[in-house]
């Protein structure tokens, strides 16, 4: 082994010895860099990663590679060097491993001056270290693979150009095998095959940031086939004019051994496929805890089959390997209760009938144009979860995201296919568990209790209302195998002890069948469990039906193989042929409506519907005192409310204006310590936003649209986000659309848990001006003068803990106003028929520890015109606000399995707000770092050739001769 580290230094030495040296890896950074910030445009992208570095990668090492081994052996061919070292005393073997060290230590210089490019993205960004660092590996190995193809080449060529080319035609095959232009002439199984031989592909595994030891051993296979080559080369020289003899046969016989064994392994590990590691942060390309324990509830076995067409768009085909192995760990983690299957519905003529007949899976007509034509495919890209009678599809468009750089130039990417998957098998999961026995995943028993008033004190309505629940609660007692236990107590027996206890616990108070009567009576019902308190909802029309509801929806909230229900209340959207002015929000109800059950609801009856488990309110508007009661005993009754709000809303109708708006919550917030400064927040720190500007040409006045800096359009970064929590998990971008600051009443909320989810930068101003059109003319780049006052201002935050009613003293708004004489008799039938369902004055004035309150202080940055507007800016589909709101519900409502999976997303790591004068400062700092790296190879030069001189002469000598 010391003759080979010796050669490799005599190797390095005469490298550096001579211009070359430099020459090839200057090249190599120049193009490295020029592919880098000018082919790939790193800024456009607005991605902190270095993916760019690593894409042309195989490419550039195909050149540098067969520069660098050109010369080894045809030189010494060449100069008649050949024979003297083929008589020396080291073997052949110890010349070819001492070459072959020389030139990786050659490469690995090369790549170490490329170190400056992610340690400045590091700075730029959020850069995930793991696919960096698993680029540098494949690069390494890679790079041994090139080395050994071109030191065989060299070995059999007296000519340093004919070796180059040789050398750069052959790894230029192997990458090409592997190349998504060959592969896509192909169907799945023939380009998955030539993927597994494809240097590029493997190489392109690597990258992600999953290390797996079949991509690995494929190039330490190549070294050896080729160095074997290669000492066979040397030895065959050393024959030459020679009788072939036994020794010679022996030499081919263990030649063609080695070269089969290393063959026959590849073949051997190929089936291997837990042997991985996934290096990425947060282990986000590996099936993650939460995934396993989904699994783990499946009792019956559970259908994943992958609808993938040979014949598909050229950017969708790349994914399909990606999706296949996925689909292959989630088989792995189901240990027997997983059955996946891969189809090409085209190929099998009923099972395609049957996707498009029973689950609604069709075709998708993709058209795309290469160099040489334009065609029109019709290929399916789907997967189905199917668990007994339940299904769920997943499209394209679920699990794809697209980065727009221009109209040309698009990348597609899994969008987090764990997550998109994971969350279909909960969902068909929960709704076969959902159609079958109620208690079936509740584990520990739980207390039905009932404050009910004697039969003597209730309503005539309320007695039968009674009965009915006594034969509920003992139809759910049968069914529930003993976990449903059941106390009824009359709060004033025993002399109103225990009225005052659930006074002081619940904030319950007596009942009233009118706003002046006397007679009071109790009617509350709570379920107690697992050290959790909810309360059941007296049903408006006091039927068995809605009561069911309530106690099943109660009954849900102990048990996590559910649905979850989302009530969410929106302004009316726009009629039919009216334009939108921002009030629409179906991307938000599309987002819920992937996991959790949402049922829209106006309030107007005083109500929140008997089945909520949270409630949403998006861009409120004017809520009555009816509708503010709804939200204010849902609250009361330890439930969460989300809202998103403010006192402005802004206005894309035929220009850019803003108005103030009354959500009819103002006085409610500030009861419970939440004030909303009617004012709007600016951030130096924000998102570009497409804006109509004026300019004068020529003595006209010019309109156009620009992107241009937005202050109104805050970017929240991880400095502005609450990480402790896991509320903003996954989520590292955020842009709230006119926003208005909130202050938190430090006295109302000593006791509460205050969570400051979203602050501003330490830059932001505010103002209470409407007017929200930039003019640059006036205020320079930002379009708006700064504010003397700046800071960080809080824009959106979660409390939990003990809420007073704001009806604790005020009058009952549920209850009927008495009418004057004349207009009684007008009423006639209709009021006979409304007598029959009494309003009963029910105020519950404390709510318990769990109840929660999320404010986002912004009216639009939920609104579907504000996420195309940013989608479009981004150049990708924008959600980060939806998942913002999908992590609160999941959080508040203690299923946060999703939430986990949701944070290993990878594909929203985007660069921090930089202008151009930073971007150029960043780029030309990589070229300095680049050219100092190059001198510092220069100066060690002469240290290296002074000490290599010696040893290598030592072992061309024979006892000192």
């Not at 494949?138 to 090139?146: Q, S, T």
């Not at 599809?393 to 750089?405: M, P, Q, Y």
């Not at 202080?857 to 980060?880: C, H, K, Q, R």
């Not at 299923?895 to 985007?910: E, M, P, V, Y």
Request: aromatic content about 12%.
């Amino acid at each position: 082994m010391k003759h080979c580290i010796d050669i490799a230094c005599k190797e390095m030495a005469a490298f550096f010895s001579s211009a070359v040296a430099f020459i090839f890896p200057g090249v190599f950074l120049a193009v490295t860099f020029f592919t880098f910030f000018w082919v790939e445009t790193f800024f456009g992208r607005n991605i902190a990663d270095v993916r760019p570095l690593f894409e042309w990668m195989p490419v550039l090492m195909i050149f540098l590679s067969a520069a660098i081994t050109m010369r080894m052996w045809s030189e010494e061919r060449r100069s008649g060097t050949l024979e003297f070292l083929l008589t020396s005393p080291a073997s052949p073997s110890h010349f070819v491993l001492g070459k072959f060290l020389a030139c990786l230590c050659l490469v690995t210089v090369a790549l170490a001056l490329t170190l400056p490019l992610p340690v400045t993205v590091s700075f730029m960004g959020p850069l995930d270290w793991g696919p960096v660092w698993g680029g540098y590996l494949a690069a390494l190995f890679l790079a041994a693979a090139y080395i050994a193809i071109g030191l065989f080449v060299s070995a059999r060529s007296e000519n340093q150009i004919v070796s180059l080319m040789i050398t750069t035609l052959i790894c230029g095959l192997f990458y090409a095998l592997g190349s998504d232009t060959l592969t896509g002439l192909f169907g799945n199984e023939a380009s998955e095959t030539l993927k597994l031989v494809g240097s590029g592909s493997r190489f392109e595994s690597i990258t992600r940031g999953v290390i797996d030891i079949r991509d690995l051993y494929f190039y330490v296979c190549l070294v050896g086939v080729f160095l074997s080559l290669n000492i066979f080369e040397l030895e065959r020289l050393r024959w030459a004019g020679n009788v072939t003899n036994g020794r010679h046969r022996q030499w081919v016989m263990l030649i063609a051994l080695l070269v089969a064994n290393f063959l026959a392994a590849n073949l051997w590990m190929a089936p291997v496929g837990q042997a991985r590691v996934d290096i990425t942060k947060g282990n986000i390309y590996s099936i993650s805890d939460t995934t396993r324990s989904y699994l783990a509830q499946l009792h019956e076995p559970l259908l994943i089959r992958g609808y993938f067409s040979a014949k598909t768009h050229p950017l969708l085909a790349p994914l399909v390997p990606q999706l296949r192995d996925v689909l292959k760990e989630y088989a792995m983690a189901g240990k027997g209760r997983v059955r996946v299957e891969f189809i090409d519905p085209i190929e099998e003529p009923e099972l395609e009938e049957e996707a498009g007949q029973k689950y609604g899976i069709k075709p998708v007509s993709f058209q795309f144009a290469s160099k040489y034509q334009s065609s029109v495919v019709n290929s399916y890209f789907d997967i189905l979860i199917k668990y007994g009678d339940e299904f769920e599809t997943l499209g394209f468009r679920d699990l794809i995201e697209v980065k727009s750089r221009s109209e040309s130039d698009l990348s597609v990417d899994l969008r987090n296919p764990e997550y998109d998957i994971t969350r279909a098998v909960k969902k068909v999961l929960y709704a076969y568990q959902g159609a079958g026995n109620l208690f079936d995943n509740i584990s520990n028993p739980i207390t039905f209790k009932g404050y009910i008033s004697a039969d003597e004190r209730l309503p005539k309505q309320l007695v039968t209302f009674k009965n009915e629940l006594n034969g509920l609660l003992e139809g759910l007692n049968k069914k529930s195998d003993g976990k449903l236990r059941t106390e009824i107590k009359d709060p004033d027996e025993g002399g109103g002890f225990l009225a005052k206890k659930i006074e002081s616990e619940y904030g319950f108070r007596p009942m009233a069948v009118s706003l002046f009567s006397q007679n009071t009576f109790w009617f509350y019902m709570v379920l107690e469990g697992d050290g959790r308190i909810v309360q059941v909802s007296l049903p408006e029309n006091l039927d068995k039906e809605s009561l069911e509801r309530g106690i099943q929806a109660a009954l849900k909230r102990f048990s996590k193989g559910f649905l979850k229900t989302i009530a969410m209340h929106a302004p009316p959207p726009p009629g039919y042929g009216m334009p939108g002015d921002g009030r629409s929000f179906s991307w938000l109800k599309d987002g819920l409506g992937s996991e959790h059950t949402v049922i829209p609801t106006d309030l107007k009856n005083g109500r929140v519907p008997e089945e909520t488990d949270l409630l949403l309110l998006a861009a409120p508007e004017q809520l009555d005192k009816k509708q503010l009661f709804a939200v204010d005993q849902f609250l009361m009754r330890g439930g969460t409310v989300v809202m998103a709000t403010s006192p402005y809303s802004a206005n894309l109708l035929g220009g850019l204006t803003a108005a103030k708006k009354d959500s009819g919550l103002k006085e409610w917030l500030t009861y419970n310590g939440i004030n909303i400064d009617e004012k709007l927040v600016l951030d130096p720190r924000n998102t570009s936003f497409p804006v109509p500007v004026e300019r004068r040409v020529a003595g006209f006045i010019v309109k156009e649209t620009r992107m241009v800096e937005y202050p109104y359009f805050v970017d929240i970064r991880n400095d502005g986000m609450d990480r402790e929590s896991g509320l903003t998990a996954g989520i590292d971008q955020v842009t709230l659309s006119w926003a208005s600051p909130i202050i938190i009443d430090p006295d109302k909320n000593r006791e509460r848990r205050v969570i400051r989810l979203l602050n501003s930068s330490e830059g932001a101003w505010t103002s209470n001006s409407i007017n929200i059109q930039p003019d640059f003319r006036t205020h320079g780049r930002l379009g708006f003068p700064v504010g003397d006052q700046t800071g960080r201002k809080l824009l959106a935050v979660m409390l939990e803990g003990r809420f007073t009613s704001y009806f604790e003293d005020k009058p009952f708004p549920l209850m009927e106003e008495e009418q004057p004489e004349k207009d009684k008799e007008s009423r006639g039938t209709k009021k006979a028929e409304k007598e029959k369902i009494p309003v009963i004055d029910r105020l519950i004035d404390r709510s318990p520890e769990s109840a929660r309150i999320v404010l986002f202080a912004s009216n639009n940055f939920l609104s579907d015109s504000v996420l195309e507007i940013v989608s479009g800016v981004m150049g990708t589909l924008y959600l980060n606000p939806v998942n913002l709101v999908k992590n609160s519900i999941d959080w508040s409502l203690e299923d946060r399995g999703l939430l986990s999976i949701r944070g290993r997303t990878h594909f929203s790591r985007t660069l921090y707000p930089m202008n151009y004068s930073a971007q150029v400062f960043w780029e030309y700092l990589n070229y300095g770092l680049a050219t100092l790296g190059l001198l510092i190879v220069w100066v060690i030069r002469r240290w290296m050739t002074k000490r290599t001189k010696r040893h290598y002469g030592a072992i061309l000598n024979t006892k000192g001769v």
